[in-house]
C-alpha cells in the first residue's frame, strides 16, 4: 500500500509542478507578445508622426522657395523694404 501512495505523491507533484511551469511559461509569453504589440504601435505612431512632418515641411516649401525667388524683401521691419514693390508682387501672385 505504500508504493501506492508513493506513486501517487509523485504523480500529483509532477501535476502540479507542470501545471505551474505552463502557467509562468504562458504568463512569458504573453508579456513577450504585449511587448511586442506596444513596440509595433510605437514604431507606426512614429512612423506616422515622422510622415506628418515630412507633408508639412513639403506644404511650408512652396511658399518659402516662391519668397527666395523672387528676391523680393518681404521683411516690412528692414530700411531697404518697398511696399509697393511688395504690393505688385502680390497682384501678380494672386490673378
Same mark, same amino acid.
Given at each position: &500500500?505504500? #508504493? #501506492?501512495?508513493? *506513486?501517487? *505523491?509523485?504523480?500529483? %507533484?509532477?501535476?502540479? +509542478?507542470? *501545471?505551474f511551469?505552463? $502557467?509562468t511559461?504562458?504568463?512569458?509569453?504573453?508579456?513577450?507578445?504585449?511587448?511586442? @504589440? @506596444?513596440q509595433? /504601435?510605437?514604431?507606426h505612431k512614429?512612423?506616422?508622426? /515622422?510622415?506628418?512632418?515630412? /507633408?508639412?515641411?513639403? %506644404?511650408? %516649401?512652396?511658399?518659402?522657395? #516662391? #519668397?527666395?525667388?523672387s528676391?523680393?524683401?518681404?521683411?516690412p &521691419?528692414?530700411?531697404? $523694404?518697398?511696399? /509697393?514693390?511688395? +504690393?505688385?508682387?502680390l *497682384?501678380?501672385q494672386?490673378?
Amino acid at each position: &500500500m505504500s #508504493t #501506492t501512495s508513493g *506513486v501517487n *505523491v509523485l504523480r500529483y %507533484s509532477a501535476l502540479a +509542478f507542470g *501545471v505551474f511551469y505552463g $502557467f509562468t511559461h504562458q504568463r512569458s509569453i504573453n508579456a513577450a507578445q504585449r511587448a511586442a @504589440a @506596444a513596440q509595433k /504601435e510605437y514604431e507606426h505612431k512614429q512612423h506616422l508622426i /515622422e510622415q506628418a512632418k515630412a /507633408e508639412y515641411a513639403k %506644404s511650408k %516649401s512652396p511658399a518659402s522657395t #516662391t #519668397t527666395e525667388k523672387s528676391g523680393l524683401n518681404q521683411d516690412p &521691419m528692414d530700411p531697404n $523694404f518697398d511696399l /509697393e514693390a511688395y +504690393f505688385n508682387a502680390l *497682384v501678380a501672385q494672386k490673378p
